[in-house]
């Protein structure tokens, strides 16, 4: 063997040594007589600790020891301990009153297990991370019961709900509601079975009196909606259109003999049920994830301070002496030793090899720690008077206005074909002296029109839009905002002041694209309430009187980020490589910089329930995007990191804070509990729906320097706490000649699976495949 080669090894072999951490070597030395943490160093020392009492007994399995002890602040455990955290079997006590006992990972409940609270409340089942999550049951104090499935301490899944009061539910749920199909029953006998939504009876549905009377029919928020028959006992039965409004109310009585009940008035149904509630239960009072362990430490030592691994663990496995060796690097320093590649290749082997069997924590050096990026300003620049889209924009309010305005509120859902044909415009003259249907203005005189009114009337209904609230949004005082460069299409886009609506210029293609898939996509999103394809809310074209005669046609959509959250990151993404980076330098990358595919540096990881919605709804809006024959689309993806220090830099999530040393606890984040505190509130679900608002965790990525076209990175075990906002934007460019010109063109010069212009089919396929490689299930 070489110097050289004898000089590495011997290196390695001391920090594989020091990575066993010199409790290992305790063990072996001093039996089971070891209480304190041990130093870094060679000398090991056996003392008590005088601030509050512990007992240890080893097992002879690694690091891994069973434990009993007091810790600083009250809190109580015994069970199995590794390194300075629960791990194993164990049970804890918390200073008021709450227990869990059952199975611990790295500080984290994890596994099966019961946790009680001190008013008599339990659960017994499974745990994740902290997290009620799995099959589990909760009994509340005053004896209400549930038996299921959950997911992040929300009920999720298929359950039984058993009330105090004596009503019972048997059915789905949903971030902690009824949803889907269930059936509810009250404590008198009487029950409802059908359709619920955001834990309301809506959809079709059963509802059975004990008398034997029932009605089965359609439902709206607890009461009938729409068609329906109300039978009795004897045969008899009413049949019409139900409706709150009694104006809207119609139908036939049929009794059952020659004189019936002619004195009935279905008003008594509606009536009736207003004595049926469901009952919403108990809430929780704290949550698992809530209570937060001690933290092991021994007062009679003192800690180095030691580096975080990439997966979040403190590592003392990169010893001064190996690092000086620069193993990884190019540059030679004090004490390098000049290796040969094929000695280089071989430790890599060997050391790759030792990390993946777990004798070694990873050695090769972190990426350098994530920072939040710089914040931008607020987008856009304000339209007042002397801009010189001024006019423009005080007439697209005036026709915005005037068009919403006076339309009626829209009573069905289903449009007739009629209401789809492109014809189906209306034009309106806006003259600055106003006429009997428009009002006086000071702008020049213009034409309005509107395409297809009744069916993006209808989509605002769908997308519960309030009519009020949207003029004020889009026609109030507040003047719009113009973004400071227009897109790569040459479009303009436009916000509103309160960052709820976004309105682009369209080229006439595009209209004549959205017209033509205009059917197709309403009848999409009314299919899927989840789709994650963007919201239009309105398509309208406002034409210039005068020599020019200029159209400028424009379409309204929802603003993606608009979120109670800061956006921190922002990526577009097609699964392209070429041409997917960003043309600015990192000095100019700020929050509000919209990155690329070949920028990307997460891998996105999903709740099982979350994932299993998420691939579901990419692949039946891709499937719809392709029966379209549209291409170029892409997922938008904004990131809003949950933890970050006072100075700014991304706190890991399992990331601990070294022996010794303790986190601020007043620097300015959203807290574990506030994130719970969300999750818990059914309210504030509302929120939160697939690509709104989604809490999830980003393990960053890196990518390989000999790989120039690498689209995802090699995962490193450093995870973020995220709340993520998405959606699939651009679906309004069709696979006409324009775009078979490119892709024949850039064919010859690149490699045609690389670029952006191909097939719709492809398209959606490449698309597909790199989307569920960024994002995976969090197991």
Known sequence: MSKEQSCVLKAW???????????KRANS??????VAPQADDDTTTTEENDDYESSTNRCSIGDLYNAERVLPNGDYYTGQWYDSFPHGHGKYLWTDGCMYIGEWYNGKTMGKGKFGWPSGAAYEGEFKSGYMDGIGTYTGPSGDTYRGQWVMNLKHGHGIKSFANGDVYDGEWRRGLQEAQGKYRWRDGSYYMGEWKNGTISGRGTFVWTDGSRYDGFWDDGFP???????WDDGGFYVGHWSKDPEEMNGTYYPSGDEGNLEWDPKDVFNNLSEYKICNGERVPVLPSQKKL??????KRVEKPRRMSVDGRVSVGVDRAFEKMNMWGSESGEGAADIDSNTRRDLDAEIMRLEAEGFIQSLRPSPVPMRLPRAGKKQGETISKGHRNYELMLNLQLGIRHAVGKQAPVVSLDLKHSDFDPKEKVWTRFPPEGTKYTPPHQSSEFKWKDYCPLVFRSLRKLFKVDAADYMLSICGNDALRELSSPGKSGSFFYLTNDDRYMIKTMKKSETKVLLRMLAAYYNHVRAFENTLVIRFYGLHCVKLTGPI???VRFVIMGNLFCSEYSIHRRFDLKGSSLGRTTDKPESEINSNTILKDLDLNFIFRLQKAWYQEFIRQVDKDCEFLEQERI???SLLVGIHFREASVAGELIPSGARTPIGEFEDESAPRLSRADVDQLLSDPTRWASIRLGGNMPARAERTM???DLEFQLVGEPTGEYYEVVMIFGIIDILQDYDISKKLEHAYKSIQYDPTSISAVDPRLYSRRFRDFIFKVFTEDN
């Open 13 to 23: 072999e001391v920090t594989v040594r020091k990575t066993q951490q010199a409790k």
């Open 29 to 34: 030395i001093f039996g089971t007589n070891s």
């Open 225 to 231: 909606c729409g068609n329906g028959t109300f039978k």
């Open 294 to 299: 001690s933290v092991w430490n021994s007062s």
């Open 549 to 551: 005669q200029k159209k």
């Open 631 to 633: 291409m170029d689309y």
């Open 703 to 705: 990518r390989r320097n």
